[in-house]
């Protein structure tokens, strides 16, 4: 009966992620705040709905459904679903939420299209070092999301600014200099969220197998990723790397997280392809 309630409400949940896409994109196109404040509210239910799902799921299998490849992208959304709530509280990027939206039902959809993989319970995917190294990478990465998204809006804001006539963005777009800021304040987020659930996985890696780097290829993919935000954020302290240069680098950085999070496990492998199966 748990299992059934765990199916039932994550299934609401994504009905809940595909109804705020609707409403976000009556607000592109209306500019109506009832539009956005509905795909809101659709959002943070869908995220409650999600979150008890994955609660009674755990309280029934006595472990945290990371098991496999649909349960990796569900865990992703609601990370995603939950930085989401966190930056529109702070910065209030309204417009943001299209892309939210958007990118969780997506992620959502291809969680009702891969054929559920029969799990085999492996006791060493528990304990607090490997929880707090999973939730941590999946916020990371999922504020960086973020950030490719505020980056897709400056580029977009930008290009209307150039052009003679304003096109159909010019309007509903806030200006430069915030959209790059809110930008920034994901970034740095992720880039923190992103190391400090790099260091768990290392402590986890040697309490587990003895030494806390072992060239496994998500590893030494989950370092370059790394890297190239430590790199961006280094450009962007000390030469000015703002604006144009940053939204494109944050943009092709995300890229590099989808394959390092799906590409590396299931063209190369490693001991992290568990979760892509």
């Known amino acids: 009966m748990s299992v059934q309630m765990s199916d039932v409400l994550l299934k609401?949940?994504?009905?809940?992620?595909?109804?705020?896409?609707?409403?976000y994109t009556g607000f592109l196109f209306t500019q109506k705040k009832l539009y956005q404040k509905t795909g809101l509210f659709l959002i943070a239910s869908a995220v409650l709905l999600h979150f008890i799902s994955m609660a009674v799921y755990t309280l029934s299998h006595r472990y945290f459904?990371?098991?496999?490849?649909?349960?990796?992208?569900?865990?992703?959304a609601f990370a995603l679903g939950c930085m989401f709530l966190f930056f529109q509280y702070k910065s209030d990027l309204k417009i943001l939420g299209v892309?939210?939206?958007?990118?969780?039902?997506?992620?959502?959809?291809?969680?009702?299209?891969?054929?559920?993989?029969?799990?085999?319970?492996?006791?060493?995917?528990?304990?607090?070092?490997?929880?707090?190294?999973?939730?941590?990478?999946?916020?990371?990465?999922?504020?960086?999301?973020?950030?490719?998204?505020?980056?897709?809006?400056?580029?977009?804001?930008?290009k209307g600014i150039k052009?003679?006539?304003?096109?159909?963005?010019?309007?509903?777009?806030?200006?430069?200099?915030?959209?790059?800021?809110v930008?920034?304040?994901?970034l740095t987020t992720g880039f923190a969220l992103l190391t400090i659930g790099l260091v768990t996985g290392f402590i986890y890696a040697?309490?587990?197998?003895?030494?806390?780097?072992?060239?496994?290829?998500?590893?030494?993919?989950?370092?370059?990723?790394?890297?190239?935000?430590?790199?961006?954020?280094?450009?962007?302290f000390?030469?000015?790397?703002?604006?144009?240069?940053?939204?494109?680098?944050?943009?092709?950085?995300?890229?590099?997280?989808i394959f390092t999070f799906i590409g590396v496990n299931i063209l190369i492998g490693g001991h992290h392809d568990t979760f892509t199966k």
């Open 65 to 76: 459904p990371i098991q496999n490849l649909s349960q990796s992208f569900s865990v992703s």
């Open 206 to 236: 040697k309490v587990i197998w003895g030494r806390f780097w072992s060239w496994d290829p998500k590893e030494v993919a989950s370092a370059g990723t790394w890297l190239i935000y430590a790199a961006l954020l280094h450009l962007r």
């Open 183 to 186: 930008g920034y304040t994901c």
């Open 12 to 23: 609401i949940a994504t009905l809940l992620y595909f109804s705020s896409m609707a409403g």
């Open 238 to 257: 000390y030469s000015g790397w703002r604006g144009q240069k940053s939204a494109i680098m944050t943009i092709i950085g995300f890229f590099i997280i």
């Open 99 to 158: 892309f939210a939206s958007a990118l969780l039902s997506v992620i959502m959809g291809i969680v009702l299209l891969i054929p559920e993989a029969p799990v085999e319970k492996n006791e060493i995917f528990k304990g607090f070092w490997f929880y707090s190294h999973i939730l941590l990478v999946f916020m990371g990465e999922a504020a960086l999301a973020l950030a490719c998204g505020t980056g897709i809006l400056y580029l977009l804001q930008e």
């Open 163 to 181: 052009t003679k006539t304003p096109g159909f963005f010019f309007k509903r777009l806030p200006s430069l200099d915030f959209l790059d800021d």
